[in-house]
């Protein structure tokens, strides 16, 4: 029993530790001329569901849950908004080349046929942001009309 005790304390200990080392967050108030919206005439109900479903990862800007000033769960969340960013990021679309931005809306249209995205964790949480048939519909049909326009 000593042993559990001991283990306990110290697990507690580390846990209220790891509290003390805080993650750098992706927020950001800048309007940005690039952005996805601002460069493409989207749907007002695409441009609604993109942000609401896709934003929070692939964007400067993420609306940060209650649960992210605890750690381990704010780096997980970090990195994952990180990775998100890195691999997709709709403020920066018009800086993307075309060559670019047709590999990027051929990724997207995979994944959400695929129902890959948005993730199952974040919609788990997130429900406002898993897709409808409907909503889905209308995304890859924007999405497949913009990329036959590069």
């Not at 479903?53 to 000033?69: A, E, F, G, I, L």
């Not at 047709?102 to 994944?111: A, D, E, F, V, Y």
Request: aromatic share 14%.
């Amino acid at each position: 029993m000593k042993v559990f005790k001991t283990i306990a304390w110290v697990l507690l200990i580390a846990f209220v530790g790891i509290q003390f080392f805080p993650t750098e967050r992706n927020q950001s108030e800048a309007e940005y001329a690039s952005d996805f919206m601002e460069v493409n005439t989207v749907p007002p109900m695409v441009q609604n569901k993109i942000k609401v479903s896709c934003y929070d990862c692939h964007s400067n800007n993420t609306k940060y849950p209650w649960y992210n000033k605890v750690q381990p769960v704010a780096w997980f969340l970090e990195d994952h908004i990180e990775e998100g960013k890195n691999e997709l990021n709709f403020n920066e679309w018009g800086d993307y080349s075309d060559r670019r931005k047709n590999s990027k809306l051929r990724s997207i249209i995979s994944q959400i046929e695929d129902d890959e995205m948005p993730l199952d964790s974040y919609t788990f949480i997130h429900r406002d942001a898993k897709f409808s048939e409907s909503e889905k519909k209308e995304i890859l049909k924007y999405m497949t009309q913009l990329k036959n326009k590069l």
